[in-house]
């Protein structure tokens, strides 16, 4: 008998999961795991969620996406790491204020680490995004990571995509009916438990009754499964992540040819910020904020400020959403997956990755053997420790900015709002700079060079008057940054922009 998996949620968390599973554990094999996606056609989709991780291309590639298809059904782009503007100061007050977070790692010729050496004045005048990698100046000039004759999802400097949600999802479901997952469009009713409280099945509308060995959870913020069935509790991060509202709009270009650009752009706003998005055919925007801290109709005019007169007839649609995380998210025979999971908000587009990562660890972590504890145990931990490791990262972006302009940053840098894990890493960093002794590499989504660039793009101040005569390679470090300009010159010479790269995506196969 083959063991069979029901995947109720077909949003991108669901389909994702579907295609990847049925991969990983062989859904078009007769040995393998039979899976059935069931999605409602009555219970929409959240259909945002248009900025990902580098780690999209791995999942994409075993799924069996080609690139060229996600380019032109999905509206994709390439995105080269994320943009951060006015987050350090107020506007107009200080020096000019953005900071980049690019995906690829800093360059450590010869193994020499740069970063101290720039924390010395190596590097110049130039910030340590743009003096440890070249990925930023090329990306500043609207460069794309790779050239068209690179092969599918490899590129000489690291990328993710920006894409449109619903076009993915649509994609998603065709490739994962053909990697032999069963599809169902119809709603869940009632989830009915057994005396152990384990799932006993599920009963829809048409389908009547089904059942499965693992059931996984991808109703989005319903949690239909884990939340309201079994009653697993979440864990709000209200207090540390203020932000639970957006309004998002779309806004074409004006231009056919019109340059696109290959990061986020996220602007801080007086109670949240903006993330601008380019994807082939328009720009997806919205303004994420603290309904503690202004009011829907503010945050709209702050949205349509952003937009200007272009998007003056722009639709809006408006999220609703509570920062924070279930801390079992595999209980008995039924797994999270996406938005049931968890969500803190779209800073640093950390939803997608989780889906993935979830995904991924099921796929390892599958019980053919029927012992459910073991893998849910360790699901968990692991998920748990990701989420609150997530947690500190995206606090770091707002707490050490020096901004004090409105309630909404005051609040923000409060230290009672910074988690302990987080002062602490904190305190390390006063003498000495993020390294992998930071991070944990079977946990972490955010490995230590994403922390040196936000930290040190904020203005931080590590002081390292007492280790600084200890080094010694001062000459191979200014060396080194001289080969980093020289290989921004070179990517900007040589690849084509993220504009041409798309179209030439589009147009060959
Ligand atoms: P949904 O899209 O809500 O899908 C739920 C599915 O469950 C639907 O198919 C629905 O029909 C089905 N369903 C529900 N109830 C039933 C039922 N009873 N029976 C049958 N089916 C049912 N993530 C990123 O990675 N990058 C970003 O840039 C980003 N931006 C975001 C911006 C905002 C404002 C928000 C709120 C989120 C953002 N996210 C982002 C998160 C991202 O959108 C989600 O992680 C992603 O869309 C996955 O959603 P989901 O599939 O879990 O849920």
Partial sequence: MRKQILIVGGGTAGWLTAGYLAKRLGADLPGGVAITLVESHDIGVLGVGEGTFPTIRRTLATIGIDEADLVRRCGATF?????????????????????????????????????????????????????????????????????PSHEDYVGPLNYAFHFDAI??????????????????????TQVSLDADGAIDSVSTERNGSLTADLYVDCTGFRAELIGKAMNIPFRSCRDVLFCDRAVAAQLPYTGERDPIASYTISTAQQAGWTWDIGLDRRRGIGHVYSSDHTDDEAAERVLRGYLGAAGADAEVRRFKFDAGYRETNWHKNCVAVGLSSGFFEPLEATGIAFAEVSAGM??????????????????NLNLRRRYERALDFIKLHYCISERRDTEFWRDNVAAASIPDSLHEMLDRWRYRWPNELDIDAQIDIFTEPSWQYVLYGMGWKTDLSAKAGSLRYHEDARRAFAEVRRQADYAIANLPSNRDLVEYARSHR
Avoid: C, M
Wanted: no cysteine.
């Fill in 362 to 379: 099921i796929a390892n972590l599958f019980p053919w053997g029927g012992d459910y504890e073991t893998s849910a145990r360790q699901f």
């Fill in 79 to 147: 995105k080269q790491g994320a943009k951060f503007v006015n987050w350090r100061n107020v506007p107009g007050e200080g020096a000019t204020d953005h900071y980049s977070h690019p995906f690829q790692v800093a360059d450590s010729s010869g193994g020499l680490e740069l970063l101290p050496y720039w924390l010395l004045g190596e590097g110049g005048t130039e910030n340590w995004d743009e003096v440890s990698n070249p990925q930023k100046k090329a990306a500043d000039a609207r460069r794309a990571p790779k050239l």
């Fill in 167 to 188: 076009a993915l999802a649509g994609l998603l479901r065709e490739q994962g009916i053909a990697n032999g997952v069963r599809h169902l469009i119809d709603t869940v």
